[in-house]
């Protein structure tokens, strides 16, 4: 008679368990009697996922559906089997370390008991690629599809979707409506760093501060004038100022109240004479012509 092989031979290949604070399974557990327990992982590892796991046969039968569950029965939802867990899995909840396999955190999202329809057919069903079960949990509740569209061998690929059976809610997002961990209360996780990151050198915070917010260094403006060294001198400079803008301005005109001595008014009469007059009645006489300030 042919020895079963251990199912948890994949499990146990992929993880070092010196590192990881995932449970190292011996062999898998006999089933236990009474409901079998199913929960669902929330697991932020390379892209975010949800591992549907059912106790079947002693270990944890897993399924990796990247957008989740869903209460609407038009919704069929795309399920990846992955290896057997061990049934001490079911407890886990935390972070798996960066470079392990499945690096990210991975919180229990929803945990309860389940049944098949008709009852006790589980290992039946799975082997004909049809499950249908009822979960009993926290966040779902009432009958879910599990069908296989690829035959055995690799990662069989399913489909998970909400049976018609009274307990369908369409207008229900539960994923985004309970993103919460029910044994922590948790809602938020961390994927994994990129293996680009962890084999680099990490620079110092200061280098790192620089990227996003460089330092403001102070400059003096284009055209700005440079402070006076007291108060004698800056009353000859504005004294000096006002007669070289009163020389600028030809002559029978008044020069331009705005114009600062740094920009001259005119280079040529032949530019003083396209500019087009401009008429003011105050503070000067009224009817008089001014030149338009440049």
Known sequence: MARRSDPL???RQKRDFAVTPEPAPDRAAPAPAGAHRYMVHK??????HYDLRLEIDGVLASWACPKGPSYDPGQKRLAVETEDHPLA???F?????DGEYGAGDS??????TYDTVPPGQVKEQRRKGHLHVVFDGEKLKGGWHLVRTRPQGGKAQWLLFKAKDGTERPDFDVIADRPESVAS?????????????????????????????PPM??????????????????????SSSHSASSRAAPRGTAPCPSTRASTPIVTSSQQWAKRPPLRVSTPYRLGRTFPRCP
């Open 89 to 91: 899995y079911g407890d």
């Open 9 to 11: 031979d994949t499990y």
């Open 217 to 238: 260094l102070a400059v003096l403006a284009k055209g700005t004038p440079a402070p006076a060294h007291s108060s004698r001198s800056t009353s000859t400079e504005r």
């Open 93 to 97: 909840e935390g972070r798996i370390p």
């Open 107 to 112: 919180i229990i999202w929803d945990r309860g």
């Open 185 to 213: 209360g948790r809602r938020l996780t961390r994927g994994p760093e990129r293996q680009r990151s962890l084999r680099g050198v990490h620079p110092d915070p200061d280098t790192l501060l620089a990227r996003v917010w």
């Open 43 to 48: 697991h932020d590892a390379t892209r975010l």
